[in-house]
């Protein structure tokens, strides 16, 4: 396994959330995305407001709406076309979003939600996610990639959006998956800084011994690599990141979903 610490410690910072096919319309993406951001209103001030993409200064000015009634007319003009590979299936909504930050502190959000494909065409089943892109590690972003303000964001996602996978983990970690090319199946679930795992899938998996195992409210659990901020360039964090990632490995086959 490779490893070009470099890279990693360069790489951009991938907060998200994924699950599998779940048809749901524009008003219920609306809902949740509500929720979300009423739970970021107690986060981070950087994550609290999100902007439209515009080609001009005034276009990027526009602020997302936060009423559900007005963010669902919003995603019903990001309904993505019907895949010829799957006619029948509802493909979702497709939305991007930034935080206002320029520098060091800009952050990306990407909604992808509210599709019911199998996504089996090319070999992951994890369809619909909702992540936040944040810029590489600096001196100037030392407070907004802190473990402090990173862990609450997650679970923001995680209480909204209902996902099967959680994940906060420098972009270039996929250098490190198994495999050469790694193998994709991977990508269904994936380790990193701070891993969530819904019930009833995390019985499926046994943490590592180097990991820091904290229950979520709703039955899952929260596997972090460090309580620290995540070096990459750190042997011990990198290690016990990839141990997480390791861990997941009954998850990477399409599992339907557990008895219990």
């Not at 890279?7 to 779940?22: G, N």
């Not at 963010?71 to 206002?100: I, K, M, V, Y």
Request: aromatic content about 6%; proline content about 10%; glycine content about 6%.
């Amino acid at each position: 396994m490779t490893r070009v610490l470099s890279d990693l410690v360069r790489a951009p910072v991938l907060l998200d959330v994924a699950w599998p096919a779940r048809r749901e319309d524009a008003g219920a993406i609306a809902r949740r995305f509500a929720r979300m951001q009423e739970n970021l209103a107690r986060c981070d001030a950087r994550v609290r407001r999100w902007f439209e993409i515009g080609a001009t200064p005034a276009e990027a000015a526009v602020p997302l709406p936060l009423a559900p009634s007005s963010l669902a007319r919003r995603l019903a003009e990001s309904h993505l076309p019907t895949s010829a590979d799957e006619p029948d299936a509802d493909q979702g909504f497709d939305l991007t979003a930034w935080n206002g930050e320029q520098g060091p502190n800009h952050a990306s959000l990407i909604i992808q939600a509210g599709s019911d494909r199998s996504g089996l065409d090319w070999g992951n089943d994890m369809v619909n996610h909702v992540g936040i892109a944040f810029e590489p590690p600096e001196p100037a972003n030392t407070a907004l990639l802190s473990a402090a303000t990173l862990k609450p964001i997650l679970l923001a996602l995680i209480d909204a959006w209902e996902p099967m996978t959680g994940n906060v983990r420098p972009l270039e970690m996929i250098q490190h998956w198994l495999g050469e090319p790694p193998m994709m199946e991977q990508a269904r679930c994936h380790g990193g800084w701070m891993t969530y795992v819904a019930a009833p899938w995390c019985h499926e998996i046994a943490p590592p011994p180097t990991a820091i195992v904290e229950e979520t409210p709703n039955g899952g659990f929260l596997m972090l690599a460090t309580q620290n901020r995540f070096d990459p360039g750190d042997p011990t964090h990198l290690d016990a990141a990839l141990a997480v990632h390791l861990s997941l490995e009954p998850l990477w086959q399409f599992l339907e979903r557990p008895e219990v």
